[in-house]
């Protein structure tokens, strides 16, 4: 536990995520991040998690879980570190302006998130699109905005809904779409425990709600094999 105690760390960690189409500086830019440990907070979940496991019955001395309620402890501020990032300046940061007016697709975004109930991993991938108004943003940008909202305690709905709102109020585009498929552990391995299921949400704005052929469009695009 000393460990935790020590001054600031600070890892670099670069995930290796698909790049959605983005140019090799772009992933870069939208991957990289520092893993910042907080150690007041880290020291305050550790000594959480080692009641816990005490609590279930187990050993917190024994050889193979000396080290478990630290590692814990990072794991859950790595998985919730969404709540230090600010989604709507991720997509400040990279705005153009541009006449283009076609659909911008960003398809098979990884997600993973903590559900807020049982604090089981929620997991799949999101579709996401808009119809710029004038304005532009880096493709990158758009996974990084679905990481910003997913590494928080959820639930799928407000997922969805929260990438949506965040694009529509920062681009002021013609219309968002957001489409995003989940299996949720805390149905698979426990309650009950439907082992295949998916969930599906979506969230559509402005064109996408008021013209069903641009919401098909949009459909047949995220269901086809095309990449
Ligand atoms: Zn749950």
Known sequence: MA???E???AVKFKAGRASNGTGPDEVLEGYERIDKFEPQGLERISAHYADILEAIGEDPKREGLKRTPERMAKSLQYLT???DLDPAAILRKALFKEDYSQMVLVKDIEVYSLCEHHLLPFFGKA???YIPNGCITGLSKIPRVVDAFARRLQ???RLTNEIRDCIHDTLKPLGV???IEAAHLCMQ???IQK?????TTSAFTGIFLDDHRTREEFIKLIASKLH
């Open 195 to 199: 082992q295949n299921s998916v969930t």
């Open 3 to 5: 460990k935790t105690t």
């Open 155 to 157: 639930v799928q709905e």
């Open 177 to 179: 779409a957001v489409v």
């Open 7 to 9: 001054k600031k760390r």
């Open 81 to 83: 570190h969404g709540y």
């Open 189 to 191: 391995m426990r309650g």
């Open 127 to 129: 579709h996401v699109a």
